[in-house]
């Protein structure tokens, strides 16, 4: 079963900019599509972008335009770079295969000033 890990995670200011990673192990990741989510405290668990194997990729309307996802094959890692932060990125950031493997941690990101 493929397994993920998320990096990258921290805490920034209002305007700053993270890059999170997700490595992907037991499986090959550039067949499939990768997505990554967040979970706020209280909040469901939400779909925040996607790329394909064709590298189309697709954002929620609360980021698009701020964050940006990408891959690279050859280290089964996908990327979220993430500019323009806000207090209400605030959440813990996972990643995961579609359709949808295993979870994984997932990593902390905090906005705030």
């Known amino acids: 079963q493929v397994q993920f890990v998320e990096s990258g995670g921290g805490s920034v200011q209002p305007g700053g900019s993270l890059r999170l990673s997700c490595t992907a192990s037991g499986s090959d990741s550039s067949i499939y599509g990768m997505a990554w989510y967040r979970q706020a405290p209280g909040n469901r668990r939400e779909w925040v972008a996607q790329i394909m194997p064709s590298g189309a990729r697709n954002y929620a309307a609360s980021v698009k335009g701020r964050f940006t996802i990408f891959r690279d094959n050859a280290e089964n890692t996908v990327y979220l770079q993430m500019n323009s932060l806000k207090p209400d990125d605030t959440a813990v950031y996972y990643c995961?295969?579609?359709?949808?493997?295993?979870w994984g941690q997932g990593t902390q990101v905090t906005v705030s000033s």
């Open positions: 995961n295969s579609l359709p949808n493997s295993g």
